[in-house]
């Protein structure tokens, strides 16, 4: 199943530097771990916005509840969710 999913960032501006940088870190590694999986298709910055727009595409919508639920930056984000069908325009889909 595929889904379009926007995550906005806002890290408090007093969090502890050492704490910034370690979650930082896990949601890098985090990510890249499901983008080599395969269930994280892509990632895109959404111009001027601390905020990305990412592709997944997952066995359900438990399995992606657990892959947004356990994302470090989690507690610091607000986490939209699109479910995607297949447009009937779309040539690749013949
Ligand atoms: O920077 C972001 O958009 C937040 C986050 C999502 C994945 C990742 O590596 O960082």
């Not at 999913?5 to 990510?31: F, G, N, Q, W």
């Not at 359900?60 to 509840?65: E, I, K, Q, T, Y």
């Amino acid at each position: 199943m595929l889904f379009a999913v926007t995550m906005d960032v806002a890290i408090p501006h007093d969090l502890d530097p050492d704490v910034r940088a370690d979650t930082l870190a896990r949601e890098k590694a985090y990510s890249q771990d499901l983008q080599r999986g395969g269930e994280w298709v892509s990632i895109w910055r959404c111009v001027g916005q601390y905020s990305n727009l990412s592709i997944f595409d997952v066995a359900d919508n438990a399995r992606l509840h657990e892959i947004l639920w356990n994302l470090p930056l989690f507690p610091y984000m607000t986490i939209a969710v699109t479910p995607l069908a297949q447009h009937p325009s779309d040539i690749a889909a013949g």
